[in-house]
């Protein structure tokens, strides 16, 4: 059973910055595919960033290409997702989610695909 746990959302101006974490209890992190997805009130779970296994490969949504950057320290068990230049329509719960198949050569965007979810850290960014 893999356990991811995110903290550092809160509440931040537009054009501010913020910084999320995932920790994951499990000694087997290293192997992982991990994403990032959101969910805006009265809207679907979308994917916002994706990193592989080794950190060789990252994949973001367009709506946070070149705003977003995700990062992943397997010494640390933890995947990051620094966020800047933030808008209001970023606001949402982001959940960071574990794929534990071997070794795939670019991150899922399709949350079906995703094996373990955490219990998501909320964000507002306020006008």
């Known amino acids: 059973q893999v356990q991811l746990v995110e903290s550092g959302g809160g509440l931040v101006q537009a054009g501010g910055s913020l910084g999320l974490s995932c920790a994951a209890s499990?000694?087997?992190?290293?192997?992982?595919?991990m994403g990032w997805f959101r969910q805006a009130p009265g809207k679907a779970r979308e994917f916002v960033a994706g990193i592989t296994w080794s950190g060789g490969r990252t994949d973001y949504a367009d709506s946070v290409k070149d705003r977003f950057i995700i990062a992943k320290n397997n010494a640390k068990n933890t995947v990051y997702l620094q966020m800047n230049s933030l808008k209001p329509e970023d606001t949402a719960v982001y959940y960071c989610?574990?794929?534990?198949?071997?070794?795939?050569?670019?991150?899922?965007?399709?949350?079906?695909?995703?094996?373990?979810w955490g219990q998501g850290t909320r964000v507002t960014v306020s006008s």
């Open positions: 499990v000694r087997t992190f290293s192997i992982y595919t």
């Open positions: 989610s574990a794929d534990v198949r071997p070794f795939p050569s670019v991150p899922p965007t399709d949350a079906r695909e995703y094996d373990y």
